[in-house]
């Protein structure tokens, strides 16, 4: 079970000896001298004590005072884990949750058992390695034939709306991918089962997207899957901006992704023209319209306000207004 936010509140009441909100050196020195501090584990005492030590030593002569915000982030920072397997698990958190979620976040990592583990995004890059090893340059081989989405055998072949991420055009394509990929694990040890769902569900968009266009084309790689993620993440980033860690460097390989698969598209379009280019934008449109409304569906916001509420109302029925054409298209 998690901690709440309230769960530390009645342990700053009781160091808090004035009720003036805020905890001063004075009530810090004498809270970490009495036995109530033995409520806490020796590595958030030794937090408190080397905090303690910092206002005493460079604040003496202006007294600084602790707030209840900054008390329960010290007494949950990563530094109090006592299995490195913990402190890297709430370090990864710290670098993808924006700030209001940052305390929240760290309690349910504390609680993570590692059930379902965080297994998905490394298991499919893995997989996706092992297939391009053994079909590189056997673009006609039979398990490239039986993976690749081909609109015409989609019926009674539904597998084919997932197992195209597996097979990929050359290793540019595919390190790409992976890349883009693995820098989004740690949103799966946040969000484990919910980037599971948006994963498959916007490979099944993107080659649902496809082959309304395209009834008659062929379609390969995992970028549908990963434009799902992308965009669940930048929709984050955005709506949490001020608060939002690492923000402007996630942000730019983000977009540089995406940038770099539009300048590619173009210039197969217009300057190499190579077939369906076009039909690589439609798919990675439906893998992102996907991610942007699942994103805001499913993943887990710990502090829910009245604007979210109505927002994923919306999300709930657009989604499923555009699943049901997205059905019917392919059905007909």
Known sequence: MRKSKLDYMPLFTSVDTDGDGLISTGELYNFLRDPRSNALSQRQQASLNKVLEHLQTKHASDPRFLDF????????????????????????GDLITPRRRKVEVRNYLRAYTCCP??????????????????????????????????????????????????????????????????????????????VWVIYITGAIWSAGFFYIFFPTGRLVGASGAIYAILATNIAEIIMNWAEMPWRK????????????????????????????????????????????????????????????????????????????????????
């Not at 010290?74 to 890297?88: A, D, G, P, Y």
């Not at 340059?137 to 993976?147: C, H, T």
């Open 249 to 332: 460097g996630r942000l730019t390989i983000y977009g540089g992704y995406i940038l770099k698969d539009i300048i590619e598209i173009l210039l197969n379009q217009f300057v190499w023209h190579i077939d369906n280019p076009i039909g690589t934008l439609i798919a990675h449109t439906g893998g992102f319209f996907n991610g942007l409304l699942l994103g805001l569906i499913l993943v887990k916001n710990l502090e829910v306000v009245h604007y979210e509420v109505v927002i994923r109302t919306i999300c709930i029925i657009a989604y499923f207004i555009i699943l049901g054409a997205l059905i019917g298209l392919n059905i007909m």
């Open 117 to 194: 583990p965080a297994f998905f995004l490394i298991s499919i890059t893995i997989a996706q390695i092992v297939v391009f090893s053994r079909t590189k340059g056997l673009e006609d081989s039979y398990w490239v034939s039986r993976l690749q989405f081909f609109g015409l055998k989609r019926w009674p072949e539904l597998y084919r709306y997932v197992s195209y991420i597996f097979i990929h055009a050359d290793l540019t394509h595919l390190i790409s991918n992976l890349v883009i990929q693995l820098l989004c694990m740690p949103c799966e040890i946040v969000d484990h089962w919910r």
């Open 69 to 92: 915000e900054e008390f329960e982030c010290l007494l949950t920072s990563s530094k109090n884990e006592s299995s490195r397997i913990k402190r890297f698990l709430v370090h990864l």
